[in-house]
C-alpha cells in the first residue's frame, strides 16, 4: 500500500485568495487524483492528475479555477483559486497503480474553511 | 447524476451483532466494488472490495455481498465491535474511475 501525506492539514482563507495543497505519495503510483469532499456529501473526483502534462478534469471543475500540477511520480498540487466559501470542503488526493480493480489509498486531507 | 447511493445516512448497532450497510448503483458497466472506512481527520482507509465477476468476498469479520441484477451490494460486519465505529463509503470503479456514496455513519454501542 502506498501512504499519502497532505499539507496544509486545514486552513482558513480570506475571500478571493488561492491555496495550494501539496500531496506527497511514499511511493510510485501510476495514477493520482483529487477529490472534494463537501459537508455530508460523498466524495467527488476534481481531476487525475497527470505526469507531465495537463490533468483530466471531471465535469463542473476546470483548469483555471483547480489549477493542478504533478511534477514526478510521486507529487502533486492542487490550486483553489480564487475562493468563496462555497469551496470550504474537504480537499483529498489519492493514488493507485491502476491496475484492474486496483484500491486508490488517500491522504488525511486539507479541511479548508473560507471566510 | 448520482450513480452510487447509500440511502441511509447513519445506523446504530449493539456489540457483537451484525452489521449491514447498503449501497445502490446504477451503472451496470462498474467492475468493481469497493468499501473504505474514514474515522474523523483521516482519510478513508481501504476496507473490502469486490469484482462484478463475484457475488461475495469475505475478509475476517467484513463480508461483501453484490446482487447486479439488483445493481445492490452491501458490507455485512459481525460481530460488531466499538472500533468499528466510523463513516462507510462504497464505491464503484470503472477503468480505475471510482464514484462514492454519500456515507453511512455507523455507531457500534457497548
Known amino acids: 500500500s502506498a501512504v499519502i501525506s497532505q499539507k496544509p492539514s486545514r486552513d482558513i482563507c480570506q475571500r478571493g485568495t488561492s491555496l495550494t495543497i501539496q500531496c506527497q505519495v511514499d511511493s510510485q503510483v501510476t495514477m493520482m487524483f483529487w477529490y472534494r469532499q463537501q459537508p455530508g456529501q460523498s466524495l467527488t473526483l476534481i481531476a487525475t492528475?497527470?505526469?507531465?502534462?495537463?490533468?483530466?478534469?471531471e465535469s463542473g471543475f476546470v483548469i483555471d479555477k483547480f489549477p493542478i500540477s504533478r511534477p514526478n511520480l510521486t507529487f502533486s498540487t492542487l490550486t483553489v483559486s480564487n475562493m468563496s466559501p462555497e469551496d470550504s470542503s474537504i480537499y483529498l488526493c489519492?493514488?493507485?497503480?491502476?491496475?484492474?480493480?486496483?484500491?486508490?489509498?488517500f491522504g488525511p486531507g486539507t479541511r479548508l474553511l473560507v471566510l | 447524476d448520482q450513480q452510487v447511493k447509500q440511502n441511509s445516512p447513519s445506523l446504530s448497532v449493539q456489540e457483537g451483532r451484525i452489521s449491514i450497510l447498503n449501497c445502490d448503483y446504477t451503472n451496470s458497466m462498474f467492475d468493481y466494488f469497493l468499501w473504505y472506512k474514514k474515522y474523523p481527520a483521516e482519510g478513508p482507509t481501504f476496507l473490502i472490495s469486490?469484482?462484478?465477476?463475484?457475488d461475495k468476498n469475505e475478509d475476517g469479520r467484513f463480508t461483501v455481498f453484490l446482487n447486479k441484477s439488483a445493481k445492490h451490494l452491501s458490507l455485512h460486519i459481525v460481530p460488531s465491535q466499538p472500533g468499528d465505529s466510523a463513516v462507510y463509503f462504497c464505491a464503484a470503479s470503472l477503468n480505475n474511475d471510482m464514484r462514492f456514496g454519500a456515507g453511512t455513519r455507523l455507531t457500534v454501542k457497548p
Open positions: 492528475a497527470n505526469q507531465g502534462s495537463e490533468a483530466t478534469y
Open positions: 469486490i469484482s462484478s465477476i463475484k
Open positions: 489519492s493514488g493507485s497503480t491502476g491496475g484492474a480493480g486496483e484500491t486508490q489509498y
